[in-house]
């Protein structure tokens, strides 16, 4: 399994830029997640989970929701074990709590069910 850490959510105007960190690590002694899927998810209130983005450690592999492309980027850095969300031109409908998760899929998923490890949220809240 994969422990996942994310931070850097806050209170933004719109308009403005974001990046959220997602740290990933293994619960187990020699146990690697390099072969695993990345992927970020938000779920607003009273809104099921939706998938955001999806990337591979080398990057090789990204995959954006329709309502990201163009606005976040993701990108990887497999020698910190970091996965990154660049939002920017952040809209009021952008607020939610972003996830980010592993998947031992084979290429990048959309669904939240093929997805096993789960970090524990980080609040975006984007004001108008």
């Known amino acids: 399994q994969v422990q996942l850490v994310e931070s850097g959510g806050a209170l933004v105007q719109a308009g403005d830029s974001l990046r959220l960190v997602c740290v990933a690590s293994a619960e187990a002694s020699g146990e690697t997640f390099k072969t695993y899927i990345m992927g970020w998810f938000r779920q607003a209130p009273g809104k099921e989970r939706e998938f955001v983005a999806g990337i591979n450690w080398s990057g090789s592999m990204t995959d954006y929701a329709d309502f990201a492309n163009g606005r976040f980027i993701i990108s990887a850095d497999d020698a910190k074990n970091t996965v990154y969300l660049q939002m920017s031109s952040l809209k009021p409908e952008d607020t939610a709590v972003y996830y980010c998760?592993?998947?031992?899929?084979?290429?990048?998923?959309?669904?939240?069910?093929?997805?096993?490890?789960w970090g524990q949220g980080a609040q975006v809240t984007v004001s108008s």
């Open positions: 998760a592993a998947s031992k899929a084979f290429w990048i998923v959309r669904t939240q069910h093929d997805y096993d490890d």
